[in-house]
């Protein structure tokens, strides 16, 4: 039987700066917060990005860096580590870059219980809102309980000049909530996992509003500002479920599979698109039509064609897929589904393009 939780405190954040030039505010929305001693986390491809406006609008307000640590490991006893060297003095924690400086940067500033500033560089997923950290746990990569960021701030002007695989992987991470909160949705009615209304609508919104009003030119502004905003939002989803059902379903377990049978992975969004896509027909989702349109639209076919998967790693990562997470209902957990996405890889057409 399944009993609803406990009341239990849901942490958002307190600052949210989406915009172009949002760098340069950086030490004013420090100083408004009161967080004067700053660490940072980040990576050697960001300082380039970054600096000098970084250091600038950190100079304009009096912040100070005590310490700055190059996240080049997310081990967790790394990362422990840096955590518990940094000064005492640290007011604030901020992560600048991409996947490791965030994952890394969130981590340490749990376990030092300080607030935590997240700067992405780049789009790919919504995984720097989110209450986890993805780290190297004994050589496998976790999620582990992490806390959620005090503040986020996304300078678009940053994002502008980002890779399109990146933007492709933040678009595919986006779509996959169709399939994922109709994994959620069946497990409710199975009785298998409870439901949380509020985290679902939050969820689906983020997708309406990315594909509904903005297009679908991912190199457009407005479509990236509603990009990084549809990710914050799907990161607090998660928080709000307290778990990540509102985000992740059958696609991600299938490209976690991927992650650890294939020589090269793809990006987490565009190996997750491409699963959403299959689920969805599996899932005889009524909006399976709607990936298919966005992932058209947007250029993401045309894209992960050029760089395809290799069929034998997708099969043998559907073989897998369902043992990954005990206890959790998706539509791969049906005996049926593994045949039937066989089948579909053999003879769809968006699909032969992509798994080869
Ligand atoms: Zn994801």
């Given at each position: 039987m399944i009993i609803a939780p406990a009341t239990k405190q849901i942490n958002i954040p307190y600052l949210l700066k989406i915009g172009a030039g949002k760098m340069d505010r950086i030490g004013k929305y420090l100083f408004d917060k009161e967080m004067k001693k700053i660490a940072i986390f980040t990576s050697k491809n960001?300082?380039?990005?970054?600096?000098?406006?970084?250091?600038?609008?950190?100079?304009?307000?009096?912040?100070?860096?005590v310490e700055r640590k190059l996240a080049e490991s997310i081990d967790l006893e790394v990362v422990a580590h840096s955590a518990f060297s940094l000064p005492r003095e640290t007011d604030a924690?901020?992560?600048?870059?991409?996947?490791?400086?965030?994952?890394?940067?969130?981590?340490?500033?749990?376990l030092l219980q300080k607030p935590y500033i997240c700067t992405p560089t780049i789009l790919s997923n919504d995984g720097f809102c989110s209450p986890g950290s993805s780290l190297l746990v004994e050589g496998g990569r976790k999620s582990v309980k992490s806390k959620m960021p005090f503040g986020v701030v996304i300078d678009l002007d940053i994002i502008k000049v980002s890779p399109p695989n990146f933007l492709y992987s933040g678009v595919g991470d986006m779509v996959s909530k169709i399939t994922a909160l109709f994994d959620w949705k069946e497990a409710f009615d199975r009785g298998l996992d409870r439901f949380n209304d509020f985290a679902s609508m939050l969820s689906y919104n983020s997708l309406d509003l990315l594909f509904s009003?903005?297009?679908?030119?991912?190199?457009?502004?407005?479509?990236?500002?509603?990009?990084?905003?549809?990710?914050?939002?799907s990161g607090i989803a998660m928080e709000v479920a307290g778990s990540s059902r509102p985000a992740s379903g059958s696609e991600h377990l299938i490209s976690h599979a991927l992650d650890s049978i294939c020589v090269k992975p793809k990006l987490h969004g565009i190996q997750v698109a491409i699963a959403s896509y299959l689920c969805a027909l599996l899932q005889n989702n009524p909006n399976a039509h709607l990936i298919n349109e966005i992932l058209e639209k947007t250029g993401f076919w045309e894209f992960a064609a050029r760089d395809p998967i290799a069929k034998e790693e997708f099969v043998a990562a559907l073989k897998l897929a369902p043992t990954i997470k005990s206890d959790y209902y998706t539509v791969l957990s049906e005996k049926v589904s593994y045949d039937r996405a066989a089948d579909l890889i053999a003879t769809d057409q968006a699909l032969k393009r992509v798994i080869r």
């Open positions: 960001t300082i380039s990005l970054i600096e000098p406006r970084f250091s600038d609008a950190l100079k304009e307000y009096d912040i100070k860096i924690i901020v992560g600048i870059g991409g996947g490791k400086a965030l994952d890394a940067a969130k981590y340490a500033a749990f009003k903005r297009g679908y030119d991912i190199y457009a502004l407005e479509f990236q500002r509603s990009l990084a905003t549809s990710l914050t939002m």
